[in-house]
């Protein structure tokens, strides 16, 4: 079945601290991956997209993200987090089941800490 | 960059009503629109997608005739809740895809039926 899993749905870190935030999926063939974040209340901002080429991309706000074939992952991360990244993040990926769609795994809601 | 306007962005009914919720994308024409539901802390669960000029293509599990979701030009799609209930409380967020672009979202709209 295709799916996309953000297995942690709260990551509590410390402002300056690295974060990692997790996403797999289940999917046939190749997919586009994608990052988004929501602030309360408010629609998605894209962070970053994945369609082909380098496996590491670079997005806005000094997050990256990887992806790994062999793993169906891609995971998001940011060397020093800053209080105002507190949010709600959701990874994305594009399935094509005739049509193409966008379907999101569960969100990881993150937390920093002063 | 690509825009999308979602209006209104928040709206109170009484049950029994219909309510319309509008989608444009205002710098860019897009063929294929997506609406998306949101509970409170949880996911955004695909519900359709609005293809330009013809029928929507509903998600497993939702109800046709609750939803109505008209595409009838390239910037604009609206999703009508139909004889709301509180249960149809939730908030709802469209996408427009944008070919070689991605995903670009509107801010979403709260609806509240009492």
Redesign the interface.
């Known amino acids: 079945a295709q799916s996309v899993t953000q297995p942690d749905i709260h990551i509590t870190v410390s402002e300056g601290a690295s974060l990692e935030l997790r996403c797999n999926y289940s999917y046939g063939a190749t997919p ?1 991956l ?1 990052w ?1 974040v929501q602030s309360p ?6 962070l970053l ?1 994945y369609f082909s080429g380098d496996t590491l991309v670079q997005g806005i706000k000094g997050f990256e993200a990887e992806f790994k074939r062999s793993q169906s992952s891609f995971n998001l991360r940011k060397p020093s987090v800053h209080w105002s990244d507190a949010a709600e993040y ?1 990874c ?1 990926v594009e399935m094509n089941t005739g ?9 990881t ?1 993150l937390l920093v800490s002063p | 960059g690509a825009v999308v306007s ?1 209006h209104p962005s928040w709206v109170i009914c009484k049950s029994g009503t219909s309510v319309k919720i509008e989608c444009r994308s205002l710098d860019f024409q897009a063929t ?1 629109m ?1 609406w ?1 539901r949101q509970f409170p ?4 669960m ?1 519900m359709a ?1 609005s ?1 330009e000029g013809s029928k929507a ?1 509903y998600e497993q599990g939702v109800e046709k005739d609750k939803f109505l979701i008209n595409h009838a030009s390239l910037t604009l799609s609206t999703l009508t809740v139909t004889s709301a209930h509180p249960e149809d409380s939730s ?1 709802y ?1 469209c ?1 427009a ?1 944008r070919q070689g672009a ?7 709209t ?1 609806l509240t039926v009492v």
């Open positions: 586009y994608f988004y209340g408010q629609g998605l901002q894209l997209k959701f994305g049509f193409q769609k966008l379907v999101f795994g569960t969100g809601r | 979602q294929t997506f998306y802390k949880q996911s955004l695909l997608t293809n293509t908030f967020i996408s895809l991605g995903y670009t979202f509107g801010s979403g709260r």
